[in-house]
């Protein structure tokens, strides 16, 4: 039954770039396909030079613009504040949006440091006393394969866990000539391909299993070292990681291996994962993410093997808002059940998910992911051949 009585959500955006264009489509499109208890209007978008922020929001359907997100922030027209903008700067805008009363919808990861998401749970957790609700950002979750995935583990399909393996690679560090953006630097971006793309593994490995990661062993490379800076000119230090690869240990001694690289030629964004368990195996391609790949352990042998589910159907999770059977979604459609899932948690009260404890938590495997390939603690070297 159609939902009539719609209050309106104003939107405030901070930043306007790659995410901030995803998520602009998300609060665009989210009314027009879901049935909302709420109905979000873009009230303004916010950068720092003035042109280019008026001009995003115009491009990106935006009623206003801000240059100062404190501006952005104390608007009576803005109830959720939705910071897509570099991680150094996660912290403060979350951190006094919270305090003003705001909901909020942060970027993964969700600071550059465990002390900063620290200080924002407990904002969070002050502010959910006074009915504020705020999530991060973590979108593969809410591809309506993963979403089912996690049903089907729910519904003891896989059985108790024994492996998770995942990898995300992305090429676009490959070329040395390639600028040296914040992505590049620590004091903006926290850390490399670990906190761009190993925050988004760890955060499905641990939503999918249900189970937080208890120990890391980890290596770690930057294969370019310097960079052009991006006027031209000079060159300037890479301060991040290109590559990490980790394995891990989930609470019920499940084993995990992941692996995150922007300096995988060939690949540019393949997030592949698999789960196996006592009962069964999980397989999932993002470059194919319609589909999951499901091995049923408790099937006769001799006709048992992995199949193939095509995720389109009514049944699934979010699906039943959008087309008939068999026609596909998009990278774009994570965006818009992101902003579904936080419009049905601010209008009825419930917890978001993933929330800002679990954010930290994530933050606390990144940073143990950094201290063992820092310390290189566990790292046996293998004796040369004679
Ligand atoms: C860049 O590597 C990036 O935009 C990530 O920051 C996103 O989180 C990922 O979804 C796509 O790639």
Same mark, same amino acid.
């Given at each position: ?40 209007? #873009? ?6 030079? /003035? ?20 501006? #952005? ?28 009363? @705001?909901?909020?919808?942060?970027? @993964? ?76 630097? /620590? ?25 937080? #990661? ?10 370019? /070292?310097? /960079?052009?800076? =991006? +006027? ?15 394995? +891990? ?32 195996? #999980? ?33 699934? =999770? ?6 008939? =059977? ?48 820092? @310390? ?11």
């Amino acid at each position: 039954m159609a939902r009539t009585e719609q209050t309106t959500l104003g939107i405030g955006m901070v930043g306007y770039a790659f995410m901030g264009a995803a998520h602009s489509q998300g609060w665009r499109t989210v009314g027009r396909v879901f049935d909302l208890p709420m109905r979000p209007v #873009l009230a303004a978008v916010c950068g720092r030079d /003035r042109a280019a922020v008026r001009a995003a929001a115009d491009k990106h359907g935006w009623a206003d613009a801000e240059t100062d997100w404190r501006d #952005l922030v104390a608007r009576d027209d803005v109830q959720v504040v939705d910071i897509c903008t570099p991680g150094d700067s996660h912290a403060e805008i979350a951190i006094a949006a919270l305090e003003a009363g @705001k909901h909020v919808l942060c970027e @993964k990861p969700l600071a550059n440091s465990v002390e900063e998401a620290e200080a924002m749970a407990s904002a969070a957790r002050r502010a959910r006393e006074q009915g504020v609700v705020a999530m991060v950002g973590f979108n593969y979750r809410r591809t309506p394969a993963m979403a089912f995935a996690r049903r089907m583990v729910e519904e003891g399909r896989i059985g108790a866990f024994r492996h998770v393996r995942i990898s995300y690679l992305q090429d676009w560090l490959v070329d040395p000539e390639f600028p040296l953006t914040w992505r590049l630097e /620590r004091e903006h971006a926290g850390s490399g391909a670990l906190g761009d793309l190993g925050a988004h593994i760890v955060d499905l490995a641990q939503y999918l299993s249900g189970e937080t #990661l208890v120990g890391v062993s980890a290596i770690a490379e930057t294969f370019v /070292r310097e /960079r052009p800076l =991006p +006027g031209g000119g000079s060159r300037g230090t890479v301060t991040v990681d290109d590559a990490v690869l980790f394995t +891990g240990r989930l609470a019920s001694g499940a084993l995990a291996f992941f692996e995150a690289t922007r300096m995988a030629a060939g690949r540019k964004n393949s997030l592949r994962l698999e789960l196996n368990g006592e009962r069964g195996s #999980l397989a999932f391609d993002l470059e194919r993410l319609n589909e999951l790949s499901f091995h049923d352990h408790t099937e006769p042998v001799a006709s048992a093997g992995f199949r193939r589910i095509l995720v389109t159907e009514p049944d699934h =999770p979010y699906l039943e808002a959008w087309w008939p =059977p068999g026609h596909a979604l998009g990278y774009e459609h994570t965006f818009v059940h992101q902003a579904r899932d936080l419009v049905e948690a601010i209008a009825t009260g419930s917890d978001p998910s993933p929330s800002f404890a679990d954010g930290l938590q994530v933050q606390r495997v990144l940073a143990a992911v950094e201290e063992s390939a820092e @310390k290189n603690a566990v790292y046996t070297p293998v004796p040369a051949q004679e």
